[in-house]
């Protein structure tokens, strides 16, 4: 996805008057204005003046250029937001780590090679995004951010999640896709608080039974992996709604998924099924996704996103007529 500045658009001067006013604004003590968003002004550089708005609670600077902030943004102690996505930052100033009461820090779409020390301090942080980054190693503290509840460093190069995330009970939200994980760790069906977990674009070859213990999961995404099985204690996750398993190596499905009494969306495509896998017959109330064209399903469809596969029992424009026909075809011919 293009960064918002990678764009092909003609050079604007940054917007310096539009920020004073803005900084002005929350300046004044009656009525105090604890917001102030600074995104999309093209920005090189943010002035020191902002680190004397000491009651200020959520500053953004999203979608500019900057390199660097204030060295005494961490001035900012009553700060419970801070949105810094998409510039051309690589580090936090050492005054960061007095934020602390930050609960939500956006990183998305810079240039950070590793997730700041500063960081380490904010222990009241419960939303830490960091996609679209050059991280490569997550440091075993992040485990120590009790509160979290949506870890989201999708985009980067990590290649294992530490150990230190099974400490983290509170987590609802953990989002990696498009990274380099090759396995899902045991831990993770600990997180008993679980309920959207996405891992798309990674290198996992194996879906762990240990995974099936976060019953609270009712979205999870696997797609584009390596993952050849499925085990058959998935179906202990009853509050499914999504599981999605796109672009990997399954050739059969396990009887369990009739457990999945919510589920309204479950992706197949592009996998290894060679025959209509006959379990699906038994979902109720379920249509393929080839019936609906160019069109998309409506919310609550319940849908088999099954296009894609080398199926050589059922004929293409029987598949493209619906499950009936398919089970219809199948009765006949077997």
């Known amino acids: 996805m293009p960064r918002p500045f ?4 003609p050079f604007k001067e940054p917007q310096t008057d539009v920020m004073w006013q ?10 105090f204005c604890p917001i102030l968003d600074l995104d999309c002004l093209d920005l090189t550089e943010l002035p020191e003046e902002i680190t004397t708005l000491e009651g200020l609670q959520w500053l953004s600077a999203s979608m500019n250029q900057l390199t660097e902030l204030p060295a005494n943004i961490g001035n900012l102690t009553n700060l419970k937001i801070l949105d810094l996505c998409y510039n051309e930052l690589k580090k ?18 810079n ?20 996609q679209q980054n050059k991280v490569k190693v997550l440091p075993d503290w992040v485990g120590h951010l009790s509160e979290l509840r949506e870890l989201d460093f999708s985009a980067n190069a990590i290649s294992r999640l530490p150990d230190s995330i099974s400490q983290l009970k509170e987590l609802v939200t953990l989002v990696a896709f498009c990274n380099k994980l090759d396995e899902i760790p045991d ?11 996405n891992l798309d674009g990674n290198e996992i070859g194996q879906f762990p039974e240990s995974l099936c213990k976060a019953r609270e999961i009712y979205l999870l995404t696997l797609t584009s992996n390596q993952i ?28 369990s998924i009739l457990k999945f009494r919510r589920l309204r969306r479950l992706g197949l495509r592009n996998n290894h099924f ?8 038994k979902l109720p109330d379920f249509e393929l996704d080839l019936i609906y064209g160019e069109k998309q399903p409506e919310y609550d469809d319940k ?12 004929p293409i424009e029987v598949l493209q007529q619906g499950m009936e026909a398919v089970r219809q075809y199948l009765a006949v011919s077997h």
Request: proline share 7%.
């Open 22 to 31: 803005k900084i002005e604004q929350a300046r004044q003590p009656e009525p």
């Open 92 to 109: 936090l100033p050492e005054s960061a780590e007095k934020l602390t009461e930050i609960s939500t820090l956006k990183l998305s779409g």
């Open 228 to 255: 050849t099985v499925l085990p058959n204690q998935i179906g202990k996750l009853r509050k499914m709604i999504s599981l999605m398993f796109d672009d990997n190596q399954l050739t059969e499905l396990p009887d």
């Open 111 to 130: 240039k950070f090679r590793t997730l700041p020390v500063s960081v380490k301090k904010m222990k009241q942080l419960r939303c830490l995004r960091l």
């Open 274 to 281: 060679t025959r209509f896998p006959r379990i699906l017959l």
């Open 6 to 9: 990678d764009l092909d658009i």
């Open 187 to 197: 831990w993770l069906g600990n997180l008993s608080n679980l309920k959207w977990v």
């Open 303 to 314: 849908v088999v996103f099954i296009k894609g596969n080398p199926i050589e029992d059922v």
